[in-house]
Nanobody, 115 residues
């Protein structure tokens, strides 16, 4: 079982990026999927999460700018990030509750917002 995060990169302030988090292997079903981030010298924090039914919650700092979604048929979650700010710079990690298996973390993908 593997959780693979992708889509990070360098973007200018005001730009957009889309992160993907794909679960693969022998998976029964997936509960909550989430995105966390960790900036240098700071603790890891929740950015957004989505339940299997599509209910979402967001950190106050990203509300109105980021959108989390998922494709249950592809075992994949997405994070659309718009109006990016320099303070969004961090390593972004995805997380998934793989039912009957446990909670898995992806390897992290670096997002850098800079001009």
């Amino acid at each position: 079982v593997q959780l693979q995060a992708s889509g990070g990169g360098l973007v200018q302030p005001g730009g957009s990026l889309r992160l993907s988090c794909a679960a693969s292997g022998r998976i029964f079903s997936i509960g909550v999927m989430g995105w966390y981030r960790q900036a240098p010298g700071k603790q890891r924090e929740l950015v957004a999460a989505i339940s299997s039914g599509g209910s979402t919650n967001y950190a106050d700092s990203v509300k109105g700018r980021f959108t989390i979604s998922r494709d249950n048929a592809k075992n994949t979650a997405y994070l659309q990030m718009d109006s990016l700010k320099p303070e969004d710079t961090a390593v972004y990690y995805c997380n998934a509750d793989l039912r009957r298996i446990g909670v898995y973390w992806g390897q992290g993908t670096l997002v850098t917002v800079s001009s």
